[in-house]
C-alpha cells in the first residue's frame, strides 16, 4: 500500500522534529532570563554591602544568611491536660510539668530540638537568668 498524499507523511515526519528543537530553544532564553536576574541580585548585594571586596559566585556573602532571625525557645518542661481543666485555670494557679528541678531543659530553634541546658542565674544581672548549654545535638551540627 501506497500512501497517496507522499509529502503530507513527510511533512508528519518533519513536524515532531523542528518540535524539539523549538523546545530546547526555550529553556535557552529562560536560563539567560535567570542569569540576568541574578546578576542583577548579586549586584542590588553588592551595593549595600559597599561592592568593595565581595567576591562574586555563590555563598560569597554569608552576612545575608546569618542574619536571618530564627525563633528561639527554651521549653522549661509541658504537660497535658482536658480542655476542661485549661479553662478552669485563674490566676495563681500553678501547672505541674514532666520536668524536675535540676533536670536539663531544651532549646529549640524553629520548632527543632537542638540542644540541652541548665538554668543559671546572670552574673550581670541576678534579677534575670539565663540558659547554659551542657549538650549540644550532634545530628543538628553541620547542616
Known amino acids: 500500500m ?5 509529502t503530507a507523511a513527510a511533512q508528519e515526519d518533519e513536524a515532531p522534529i523542528e518540535a524539539p528543537e523549538a523546545a530546547a530553544a526555550e529553556p535557552a532564553a529562560d536560563d ?14 553588592n551595593e549595600e554591602d559597599g561592592g568593595d571586596n565581595v567576591p562574586s559566585g555563590a555563598g560569597s556573602n554569608p ?8 525563633e528561639v525557645q527554651i521549653v522549661l518542661g509541658s504537660t497535658e491536660m482536658p480542655v476542661s ?11 505541674s510539668l514532666n520536668r524536675r ?3 536539663p531543659v531544651d532549646v529549640m530553634v524553629n520548632g527543632r ?7 543559671t542565674v546572670l552574673e ?16 543538628t551540627r553541620g547542616r
Open 2 to 6: 501506497t500512501d497517496p498524499n507522499p
Open 32 to 45: 539567560d532570563q535567570l542569569s540576568k536576574a541574578i546578576e542583577e541580585l548579586r549586584g542590588v548585594l
Open 63 to 70: 552576612g545575608i544568611i546569618l542574619g536571618i532571625p530564627v
Open 85 to 95: 481543666e485549661l479553662m478552669a485555670l485563674q490566676k495563681g494557679a500553678t501547672v
Open 101 to 103: 528541678i535540676g533536670e
Open 113 to 119: 530540638k537542638i540542644a540541652k541546658g541548665e538554668i
Open 124 to 139: 550581670d544581672d541576678p534579677s534575670r537568668f539565663g540558659i547554659k548549654l551542657t549538650e549540644i545535638n550532634t545530628a
